[in-house]
């Protein structure tokens, strides 16, 4: 369960910062990922968000707590984007590179809004498994 919740206060901080995807960049996945949420795309958002099977506990379906505490980021991110108007383009940073064979990276997002405000986001960590591009919460 500490994996859990340290997953969780990983991924809620990282959200309102920023990221995820499958697509051919850190910084491609990072804006999808943010556009997902906005847009309420819980599926997309959980496809591209790196899961490492828990060992310890087999019973055990992290992808459903995912999904449901998913959900409620994404309602809070869509009260927000409709308190602006909506989401006009999500833009990411390049992409800063933590590993020599660039499997690992950190991304900065920022999301403007129809009302010309934006919002900053912080690092997000994304890893590259099987030449796809996720968010990453270890």
Not at 28 to 35: D, G, L, M
Not at 71 to 81: C, E, G, H, P, S
Request: proline share 2%.
């Amino acid at each position: 369960m500490k994996l859990v919740m340290k997953f969780f206060s990983v991924f809620l901080l990282a959200f309102m910062v920023s990221a995820c995807s499958s697509e051919e960049s850190p910084e491609r996945t990072a804006e999808n990922c943010v556009k997902a949420v906005y847009s309420g795309d819980l599926e997309t958002v959980i496809n591209l968000m790196y899961l490492p099977e828990d060992k310890t506990n087999k019973n055990f379906d992290m992808k459903d707590l995912v999904k449901s505490k998913m959900q409620q980021v994404i309602d809070k991110a869509q009260k927000l984007a409709q308190a602006h108007g909506g989401v006009d383009k999500v833009q990411a940073s390049p992409a800063e590179y933590i590993n020599e064979d660039k499997t690992m990276a950190k991304v900065k997002t920022t999301v403007f809004f129809k009302d010309k405000t934006q919002q900053e986001g912080g690092s997000a960590s994304l890893i590259k498994i099987d030449g796809k591009w996720l968010m990453n919460f270890n």
